[in-house]
Each structure stands twice: as C-alpha cells, then as structure tokens.
C-alpha cells in the first residue's frame, strides 16, 4: 500500500501565481480531506469530501481557494492567485467512511509565496 | 464536538513509560476520543481510539476515565522515534458526515536519553 500521495512535495511560487496541489488516496477509501498548518494557526481542516462531494468546505479561506474530486482516486486544491500567506504545508488525508474510521496522511507540500 | 485539554509541553525518559494526559469534562456519551501523533515535518498518524473502554494495540494504551471526563494515552517503553506532537480529539463519527476532525494545540512530548 503506497499510502495518501500528494505532489508536488515542496513548492515555491511568487505572488499572484496560480498554484495546484495534487492528491491520491488510498485505493478504497472514500473520505478525502484538505488540511492547512501554520505555526500561527496549527492544524486547519480546509474541506472534506465523501464519495467525491464536497461534504463540508467552510474551513476554506476564501474564494482564491478552490478543491475538486472528479473521481475517487483524484483531488486537487486550487489556489489561485496566490499570495505570501498562504505560505504552509498543506496535507491530504482519506479514510473508509464508518463509525470507526482513521485518516491517513500524506507527507504533505511544503508552499512557500514569495 | 467537545474541547480537550492538554498539558503543552512534557519531558520522559527513553525506555520509560510516557503518560499523556487529556480532559475532556464536556464528552456526550457517544462522543469518541482519538490519538494522533505528529512527528517533525511528517503528516499526523493515528495511535488509538476508544469511547468508554480501555484499549491497547502495538502502539500505545488509552484508559478513559470511568465518568469519561478524561483519559490518558500510554506509551510504554518510550523511544526517541516517539518525540512528536500528540493531539487528542474527541468526536462523534457519522456515517453520513465523516470523521471530521479537529486538531488542538496538542502536547508536545520530548524522549530523552
């Protein structure tokens, strides 16, 4: 099992640029979900999707955010245009809907903003 | 979705047990509570749940209190490799909704030699 994979693992962009995250869950599972870390706001939960449909996105920041699942195996968050602080390390995480769930996590990618 | 407590910061001895603590005074009674750890630069990992009874697997212990108003997560033989963060979470799973979680401040444990 090649676990949650997320790429690219590091980005470095300048101000204004679009920037697109990529994420592959593990084979089976049907829950994927979008997290934010910052040292000055800790771990945020950005969006979350069962069965490819957006379920709960009000952690999302703003309308230059944006996250699509167009199947099970596929997601993207979209930030566009970007800026310095948006700068973090954004994780994507997939779980097995069920009462007694776990999520698993990427490595992460590393966004920095110049 | 109840808060949790947790101490920010604590110190154990490689080799030793590592005892770390959670209150959760607010838990509904089929709110579950979660462990997750995250080590440097890594994503966050699941150690164990449970929602009234203790339980163990290859990774650590949790004893929940008998009025549920707090728990302890248990490493114990502690190693370097465990100095990380521990986040304890307590939540109501849905099969409809998902296990949405949230992540406090955490503790940050330190194994030393």
């Known amino acids: 099992d090649a676990g949650v994979i997320q790429s690219p693992r590091h980005e470095v962009t300048e101000m204004g640029q679009e920037v697109t995250l990529r994420c592959k869950p593990i084979?089976?599972?049907?829950?994927l979900f979008w997290y934010r870390q910052t040292m000055m706001r800790g771990l945020e939960l950005l969006i979350y999707?069962?069965?490819?449909?957006?379920?709960?996105d009000s952690g999302m920041p703003e309308d230059r955010f944006s996250a699509k699942m167009p199947n099970a195996s596929f997601s993207t968050l979209k930030i566009q245009p970007s800026e310095p602080r948006d700068s973090a390390v954004y994780f994507c995480?997939?779980?097995?809907?069920?009462?007694?769930?776990?999520?698993?996590f990427g490595p992460g990618t590393r966004l920095l903003v110049l | 979705d109840a808060k949790t407590t947790q101490p920010p910061s604590m110190d154990c001895a490689e080799g030793r047990a590592a005892n770390l603590p959670c209150n959760h005074s607010?838990?509904?009674?089929?709110?579950?509570v979660y462990w997750y750890r995250q080590i440097h630069s890594q994503g966050p990992q699941y150690i164990i749940h449970?929602?009234?009874n203790n339980e163990t697997n290859e990774m650590a212990s949790l004893i929940i209190t008998e009025d549920r108003k707090s728990s302890t997560l248990i490493l114990p033989h502690a190693t370097l490799r465990d100095t990380a963060v521990y986040y304890c979470i307590v939540r109501v799973p849905s099969m409809e909704y998902g296990n949405k979680l949230v992540f406090g401040a955490g503790t940050i444990l330190r194994v030393k030699s």
């Open positions: 995480a997939s779980s097995l809907l069920g009462v007694q769930e776990t999520q698993y």
């Open positions: 607010t838990i509904s009674g089929n709110e579950y």
């Open positions: 449970g929602l009234k």
């Open positions: 084979s089976g599972h049907n829950s």
């Open positions: 999707f069962n069965n490819n449909v957006p379920i709960d």
